[in-house]
């Protein structure tokens, strides 16, 4: 492979060589991770998971209104990207040439339109390989007006040179930074961030086929990024690698991190008698290579265990990785993991999360942003099956205790443009508890199995979801109606709060009936959810599990049990995200004898 051919990064070469001894003495330390203290809280982890990304977003809508789609994006798709690109960490600089390729969706198109900040310089313009200047730049976009128009299904090339120094701020998506002294250069593009470092159509319902990926950088370096490491160039006084994604991929999971890495591997096996193999490969900071080899190396664990829960892992021809990065949290980057290099990273359910998003997230993406519980509550999900796959069943719930969520807001992000919106708790913690209580009212094999048929339909396979489509796999594995439960739950707001009174009786035949109100007294919307909630009867003779349906304000319900109650428990396992209560009973119970003797029972305020 040759290396990138334009001058300027030649001449850059010389300048960083130069001064590269003085200027990584000049600089603090620019990494701030949050506290060493573990284990965090599952709560905890996703605050800190949530507050970083969304301080990357805030910082961005601060700058521009760059959420808005660009029209005329929906008139094409994006085939295939080639970032080339020469990075000088010392004057924090990066130099590229990004070439795409699409393809048309209606006759006569002309006119591509990009997403890349404004602050970046344009150098250059090339349609089809030939130099342009037809174009225009405003508003953190590009438009390119192609010399022939395209009609649709045909394919079109440009390419931008551009430089510059991405956007300023504490998370800005292409970072430069410190670990030891040593520069770390890396980025983090989620949600819609990439077009601050490289042109593109930067939304995660277009996936491009494949991306190569060519950096050039000091011969120190080293460069860890997406997909397999195609070859690496030795040019003296740089090196240039070319990573390929040959699986397609959306804009945010791009990644680039940069520094003297040490490397280790390990083999995940699969297939008949494990026969086959997909290497896992570590990039940890030269100075943490013993502290992370054994934490990290449980992620080999971990695959087998989603691969088996969901499905196999879905990027097996080319590999999972971890790298550390400049950020304080994590980043789910295709086939790539960035991990802060505090403690924090490697959290044994830290690397749970940011693993199965490889299934929920990067193999199947959210359509929107709205949506975006698809990836966060599913991996926040994940962490609980995992402790659950450990521990066994006290795990789990004791893991989903720690992750109640007791606020409003619907998890659905109604204005993913607005500051404070897209990242937070609610889609990660709240988010788990719709599959939590998803999975108790399916039952484990309907739930499972649908989970799996999701994963390998191929209407999402390496694409794009959204809640309906979920739920309708959901609907139509387990045969049910879920339309109530994904409205309550995904777009309204709280949760149910419950107060139930109950009293018993003998029975003619000797057994016990219960009478149990159960109230809905919470002031939210909706104002009546509708779920089964399991009903623990206490009596001397053990303890009978029984359940009741509950989809209205106010309800009465007869149990029946063999011996005499004693005490009567709502939701004993924790399978609902309530808050319950119990008061006096509030009805009188009458009782008639009927003229051939037997009992009619009825109730009276």
């Known amino acids: 492979m040759k290396q990138i051919g334009w001058v300027l990064s030649v001449c850059l070469v010389m300048v960083a060589l130069a001064v590269v001894a003085v200027g990584a003495d000049t600089h603090a330390d620019r990494q701030t991770p949050y506290s060493d203290l573990v284990p965090y809280t599952p709560a905890e982890m996703h605050q800190i998971l949530a507050d970083g990304k969304q301080k990357a977003i805030d910082r961005s809508l601060r700058l521009a209104k760059i959420f808005k789609a660009a029209e005329g994006q929906d008139d094409y798709n994006a085939l295939y990207y080639k970032i ?77 040179v551009y430089h510059g120094h991405p956007v300023e701020g504490g998370f800005q998506s292409f970072n430069f930074g410190y670990h030891n002294g040593t520069p770390i250069i ?34 120190d370096f080293f460069v860890s990024s997406n997909g397999v ?30 520094t003297d890495y040490e490397h280790f591997r390990r083999w995940y096996t699969y297939g008949p008698a494990d026969a086959d193999s997909t290497p896992v490969d570590f990039y940890p900071y030269p100075e943490l290579l013993w502290t992370v080899m054994s934490p990290w190396t449980e992620a080999v664990a971990m695959i087998d265990f989603y691969a088996e829960t969901f ?49 929920w997230g990067d193999y199947i993406t959210v359509e929107d942003w709205h949506h975006i519980w698809l990836n966060e509550g599913f991996a926040s999900y994940c962490e609980a099956l995992y402790a659950e796959h450990l521990g066994g069943w006290s795990d789990l719930h004791s893991y989903m205790s720690s992750m109640q969520y007791w606020y409003s807001g619907t998890i659905y992000v109604q204005d993913p443009s607005s500051v404070g919106a897209i990242f937070t708790s609610r889609v990660y913690d709240k988010g788990a508890w719709v599959l939590h209580m998803l999975r108790h009212i399916l039952g484990d094999q309907d739930f499972f199995d649908g989970l799996r048929a999701y994963y390998s339909d191929p209407t999402f396979a390496h694409g794009h979801a959204n809640t309906e489509q979920f739920r309708d796999v959901m ?64 009596s001397a003779g053990g303890v009978d599990t029984l359940q009741v349906y509950n989809d209205q304000r106010n309800q009465d319900y007869m149990l029946t049990v063999s011996s005499a109650p004693t005490s009567l428990i709502l939701d004993p396992a924790n399978w609902i995200l309530d808050s319950h209560s119990a008061s006096s009973y509030t009805f009188n119970l009458v009782n008639y004898t009927l003229a051939d003797g037997s009992q009619f029972v009825a109730y009276a305020d």
């Open 475 to 538: 609907a139509s594995v387990s045969g049910r109606d879920l339309t109530a439960f994904f409205d309550d739950w995904i777009y309204g707001e709280l949760y149910p709060q419950y107060s139930y009174s109950w009293m018993s009786e003998p029975g003619a035949s000797g057994e016990f009936n219960i009478f149990l109100h159960i109230s809905q007294v919470q002031s939210s919307s909706p104002s009546v959810f509708d779920l089964p909630i399991d009903i623990a009867v206490v």
């Open 84 to 160: 080339e690109m020469f990075v000088d960490e010392v004057a924090e600089q990066i130099y590229g040439r990004v070439t795409m390729v699409g393809k048309a969706k209606i006759d006569g198109f002309d006119q591509p339109v990009l997403d890349l900040y404004d602050n970046m310089d344009i150098d250059s313009v090339f349609d089809h390989g030939v130099y342009t200047t037809n174009w225009t730049e405003g508003s953190n976009l590009i438009t390119i007006t192609l010399a022939t128009p395209v009609n649709t299904d045909e394919e079109f090339e440009i390419t931008v």
């Open 229 to 258: 490491l195609r070859d690496s160039v030795d040019n003296g006084a740089t090196t240039t690698y070319w990573w390929h994604e040959g699986y397609p991929i959306t804009t945010y999971l791009v990644s680039l991190a940069i």
């Open 186 to 219: 890396s980025t983090l593009s989620e949600p819609f961030l990439a077009r601050t470092w490289w042109p593109c159509k930067d939304r995660p319902d277009d996936k491009a086929d494949s991306v190569d990926i060519v950096i050039e950088v000091n011969k």
């Open 311 to 359: 499905g196999e892992y879905p990027f097996v021809d080319e590999k999972y990785g971890m790298s550390h990065f400049t950020w304080s949290g994590a980043m789910e980057h295709q086939t790539n993991t960035s991990a802060t290099s505090s403690s924090f990273g490697w959290d044994r359910y830290l690397i749970a999360h940011e693993l199965s998003h490889q299934w």
